[in-house]
Nanobody, 115 residues
Framework: VQLVESGGGLVQSGGSLKLSCIVS????????WGWYRQAPGKQREVVAR???????HYSGFVEGRFTISRDDAKNTVWLQLNNLTPEDTAVYYC??????????WGQGTQVTVSS
């Protein structure tokens, strides 16, 4: 299984980014998938999850700013980030959030938000 995240970058506070996660080596359709992030000096934390029934769950700090989505036919999971703040600066990762995960972690994609 290989996870490839992309779409990160440097944005100003209030900006937006759309992160992509392309999964190879397995079909994502039967599993819950999640986005995670790790800021410097902090532990990795859950950002959002989406079930195979498309039901979503967000961590409290998201506050309606992010949207997780998936296309099982494309084996791809996305995370739309809006109204970003410097506190959102982190490396963002995707992974299998089901009981069968996590899969081997990808390299992540860096999101940096300037004030």
């Amino acid at each position: 299984v290989q996870l490839v995240e992309s779409g990160g970058g440097l944005v100003q506070s209030g900006g937006s980014l759309k992160l992509s996660c392309i999964v190879s080596g397995m079909d994502i359709g039967s599993y819950t998938w999640g986005w995670y992030r790790q800021a410097p000096g902090k532990q990795r934390e859950v950002v959002a999850r989406i079930g195979n029934n498309k039901i979503t769950h967000y961590s409290g700090f998201v506050e309606g700013r992010f949207t997780i989505s998936r296309d099982d036919a494309k084996n791809t999971v996305w995370l739309q980030l809006n109204n970003l703040t410097p506190e959102d600066t982190a490396v963002y990762y995707c992974n299998d959030a089901s009981a069968f995960g996590p899969r081997p972690w990808g390299q992540g994609t860096q999101v940096t938000v300037s004030s």
